[in-house]
């Protein structure tokens, strides 16, 4: 059952009967706030003109009326023109017992739509680092909260594994490498080749000095440079197929991707489809020709491509350069395009940091007027802030950007060390140890990075992320291994509390079933907001509220049997709500702890 659908239904009902026809006035309900008595509150002063009454009058004929035509409601009291409502216990008691027979609780039945979602978009120059990280949690946890929604989901990666970027790594490896392959150096293959990209940028900037001290202007240097030029040459080489520089590409790619699928399976993310740049930008510059033909595009003198959109409120873009190379925009323009057909998407997102939100504008406007208004009025751009630390936390081996893998790794080591000091860890095996650790300490990174809503530019601090009081991803796995001690220990004592029971509910008790009950609107507004932060603040209050509770009451102790029946019940679906709750954010919980 819909509650505030029920109850809305019942006030309508109640107004009608005392006022005559609404003709589609909208009924405000909302939550009763904490420091009044109630469950929902129905805001009268809209009916006022129709009762032609007080709101405090008009409120109490409202709630006098629901209160004898609906059993349910077992009182109600005034405040100004906010109406009360108090729902029974057998109410609560019905609800309950509702949430805890259904199998996929949360989840929403098919949508019919099919959504893909993009995430990750590595280059294949460098290593994944702490943005990739917020990219892939983010991305991931909102493909998980889509399909609770009903929707058909599609966990799509685009690897940017072409392009001037991936020359530079490709020819500093060719120059100054001597043959090092991840075998040789032991460095893992994503490391290996992120190490060559800095050497360029190292040889680069040498040759922009030398450049300058002859007389060059900074401009001029950056466009002369040796090491630069080769790389564009390579470039050229690489889009005409030669032999040589296809089968190193093809090499050094081979080494990052066994990288990054070991970060990958760390960070417990995955993808149903990866797309390559190197397979799309042809067909990207094959739109832009089109473009050319239907006139959307100009070419310039130097023969580059470009987009006029000034007089949308943009500026021009650059589709295609002057030697005949790509751009961005033009393997995007391409994978859009290949996407939609191959799949027959309903709806498109993309989760990419938000310094590109006008690459996206201009993206989603390119579509358009290239007569793909279908496809681009259902391109979303998830836009998310950049990730900061605090001065002097894990600085990567490059010292530039904080390496994912580095991150990864120390989180769990904190965790060891933390929840061995908490005495966590006493009687637990080695091997034991270990997975609760490693369970900790991602769990404290994935929940610390998804509490925060996405638009926001957030500071991450490991240590504090992995504290076991407030709000962390720790605490809330804490308060679900505390529930399965309880139920093993009852088990153990051969209490049976499968059956449902009738027992009288303390108002602590009616408060967590009423949470409990809030679970699937939850997740739909997660879902319609792409708002993981949603289902990260709903957990984390839900394991609050058990605490607080679970401290002031006994559970196992509890004399009569009824009453210690329903709170076993009660503690079980509440264990069952975290774990539903922290698998959309991706998380694990463990069950001792």
Same mark, same amino acid.
């Given at each position: $059952?819909?509650?505030?659908?029920?109850?809305?239904?019942?006030? /309508?009902?109640?107004?009608?009967?005392?006022?005559?026809?609404? %003709?589609?006035?909208?009924?405000?309900?909302?939550?009763?706030?904490?420091?009044?008595?109630?469950?929902?509150?129905?805001?009268?002063?809209?009916? #006022?003109?129709?009762?032609?009454?007080?709101?405090?009058?008009?409120?109490?004929?409202?709630?006098?009326?629901?209160?004898?035509?609906?059993?349910?409601?077992?009182?109600?009291?005034?405040?100004?023109?906010?109406?009360?409502?108090?729902?029974?216990?057998?109410?609560?008691?019905?609800?309950?017992?509702?949430?805890?027979?259904?199998?996929?609780?949360?989840?929403?039945?098919?949508?019919?739509?099919?959504?893909?979602?993009?995430?990750?978009?590595?280059?294949?120059?460098?290593?994944?680092?702490?943005?990739?990280?917020?990219?892939?949690?983010?991305?991931? +946890?909102?493909?998980?909260?889509?399909?609770?929604?009903?929707?058909?989901?599609?966990?799509?990666? #685009?690897?940017?594994?072409?392009?001037?970027?991936?020359?530079?790594?490709? #020819?500093?490896?060719?120059?100054?490498?001597?043959?090092?392959?991840?075998? +040789?150096?032991?460095?893992?293959? =994503?490391?290996?080749?992120?190490?060559?990209?800095?050497?360029?940028?190292?040889?680069?900037?040498?040759?922009?000095?030398? #450049? $300058?001290?002859?007389?060059?202007?900074?401009? @001029?240097?950056?466009?002369?440079?040796?090491?630069?030029?080769?790389?564009?040459?390579?470039?050229?080489?690489?889009?005409?197929?030669?032999?040589?520089? *296809?089968?190193?590409? @093809?090499?050094?790619?081979?080494?990052?991707?066994?990288?990054?699928?070991?970060?990958?399976?760390?960070?417990?993310?995955?993808?149903?489809?990866?797309?390559?740049?190197?397979?799309? *930008?042809?067909?990207?510059?094959?739109?832009?020709?089109?473009?050319?033909?239907?006139?959307?595009?100009?070419?310039?003198?130097?023969?580059?491509?470009?987009? =006029?959109?000034?007089?949308?409120?943009?500026?021009?873009?650059?589709?295609?350069?002057?030697?005949?190379?790509?751009?961005?925009?033009?393997?995007?323009?391409?994978?859009?395009? &290949?996407? !939609?057909?191959?799949?027959?998407?309903?709806?498109?997102?993309?989760?990419?940091?938000?310094?590109?939100?006008?690459?996206?504008?201009?993206?989603?406007?390119?579509?358009?007027?290239?007569?793909?208004? %279908?496809?681009?009025?259902?391109?979303?751009?998830?836009?998310?802030?950049?990730?900061?630390?605090?001065?002097?936390?894990?600085?990567?081996?490059?010292?530039?950007?904080?390496?994912?893998?580095?991150?990864?790794?120390?989180?769990?080591?904190?965790?060891?060390?933390?929840?061995?000091?908490?005495?966590?860890?006493?009687?637990?095996?080695?091997?034991?140890?270990?997975?609760?650790?490693? $369970?900790?300490?991602?769990?404290?990174?994935?929940?610390?990075?998804?509490?925060?809503?996405?638009?926001?530019?957030?500071? !991450? =601090?490991?240590?504090?992320?992995?504290?076991?009081?407030?709000?962390?991803?720790?605490?809330?796995?804490?308060?679900?291994? &505390?529930?399965?001690?309880?139920?093993?220990?009852?088990?153990?004592?051969?209490?049976?509390? +499968?059956?449902?029971?009738?027992?009288?509910?303390?108002?602590?008790? /009616?408060?967590?079933?009423?949470?409990?009950?809030? *679970?699937? +609107?939850?997740?739909?507004?997660?879902?319609?907001?792409?708002?993981?932060?949603?289902?990260?603040?709903?957990?984390?209050?839900?394991?609050?509220?058990?605490?607080?509770?679970?401290? =002031?009451?006994?559970?196992?102790?509890?004399?009569?049997?009824?009453?210690?029946?329903?709170?076993?019940?009660?503690?079980?679906?509440?264990?069952?709500?975290?774990?539903?709750?922290?698998?959309?954010?991706?998380?694990?919980?463990?069950?001792?702890?």
């Amino acid at each position: $059952m819909n509650i505030e659908n029920f109850v809305t239904e019942a006030a /309508r009902r109640a107004a009608e009967a005392l006022y005559g026809p609404l %003709e589609g006035e909208q009924l405000q309900l909302q939550k009763t706030r904490r420091e009044f008595e109630g469950d929902y509150t129905l805001v009268t002063f809209p009916l #006022l003109r129709r009762s032609r009454k007080s709101p405090e009058v008009t409120a109490t004929e409202l709630g006098t009326y629901m209160k004898e035509h609906n059993p349910e409601i077992s009182s109600f009291n005034v405040v100004k023109g906010f109406l009360n409502l108090v729902l029974d216990g057998s109410f609560w008691a019905d609800r309950f017992d509702e949430l805890a027979a259904q199998e996929n609780y949360g989840c929403q039945p098919s949508t019919g739509r099919t959504v893909m979602i993009e995430y990750s978009s590595p280059n294949t120059n460098k290593p994944l680092h702490l943005g990739h990280i917020r990219n892939n949690l983010l991305g991931y +946890s909102v493909a998980q909260i889509l399909q609770a929604n009903g929707h058909r989901v599609i966990k799509a990666n #685009l690897v940017n594994d072409r392009g001037i970027h991936i020359c530079k790594s490709m #020819l500093a490896w060719k120059l100054y490498g001597d043959g090092e392959t991840p075998a +040789s150096t032991g460095m893992k293959g =994503d490391h290996l080749v992120g190490k060559y990209y800095v050497e360029f940028d190292k040889h680069y900037k040498a040759q922009i000095k030398e #450049l $300058m001290a002859e007389g060059q202007s900074e401009e @001029e240097a950056k466009k002369n440079a040796p090491i630069m030029r080769e790389a564009q040459e390579m470039l050229r080489k690489w889009e005409a197929k030669d032999p040589e520089v *296809y089968a190193l590409w @093809e090499m050094m790619n081979g080494w990052v991707y066994e990288g990054f699928d070991v970060t990958y399976r760390a960070l417990g993310v995955d993808f149903d489809k990866v797309y390559y740049e190197s397979q799309t *930008y042809l067909l990207g510059k094959s739109l832009v020709e089109e473009g050319l033909r239907k006139g959307v595009f100009y070419r310039r003198p130097d023969n580059s491509v470009w987009i =006029d959109l000034r007089a949308d409120g943009l500026d021009e873009k650059l589709l295609l350069r002057g030697d005949g190379t790509s751009v961005y925009m033009t393997q995007d323009l391409g994978t859009a395009y &290949r996407r !939609f057909e191959d799949n027959r998407l309903d709806d498109m997102i993309y989760v990419v940091g938000n310094e590109q939100n006008y690459h996206f504008q201009v993206l989603k406007l390119v579509l358009k007027k290239l007569g793909y208004a %279908e496809w681009s009025d259902h391109i979303t751009h998830l836009s998310y802030g950049m990730v900061e630390l605090p001065e002097g936390k894990m600085k990567s081996r490059e010292g530039t950007v904080v390496d994912a893998d580095d991150l990864i790794a120390d989180m769990v080591h904190t965790a060891r060390e933390m929840s061995a000091e908490l005495g966590k860890l006493d009687g637990c095996t080695e091997e034991e140890a270990n997975a609760v650790s490693t $369970m900790v300490g991602l769990g404290a990174l994935k929940y610390f990075i998804l509490k925060v809503d996405p638009k926001k530019t957030m500071l !991450f =601090d490991p240590r504090e992320s992995i504290d076991f009081n407030g709000n962390t991803g720790p605490f809330i796995q804490y308060t679900h291994a &505390r529930i399965c001690s309880v139920l093993r220990k009852a088990a153990e004592a051969g209490i049976d509390y +499968s059956e449902p029971v009738r027992a009288s509910y303390l108002p602590e008790e /009616r408060e967590l079933v009423k949470m409990l009950t809030e *679970y699937p +609107s939850v997740v739909k507004a997660a879902g319609e907001n792409f708002a993981p932060s949603l289902i990260a603040a709903y957990v984390y209050e839900l394991a609050k509220q058990f605490n607080g509770y679970y401290h =002031d009451h006994s559970i196992l102790k509890e004399e009569q049997a009824d009453v210690r029946c329903m709170r076993l019940r009660l503690a079980q679906q509440v264990a069952r709500v975290i774990r539903l709750g922290m698998k959309l954010l991706g998380i694990d919980v463990p069950e001792r702890m």
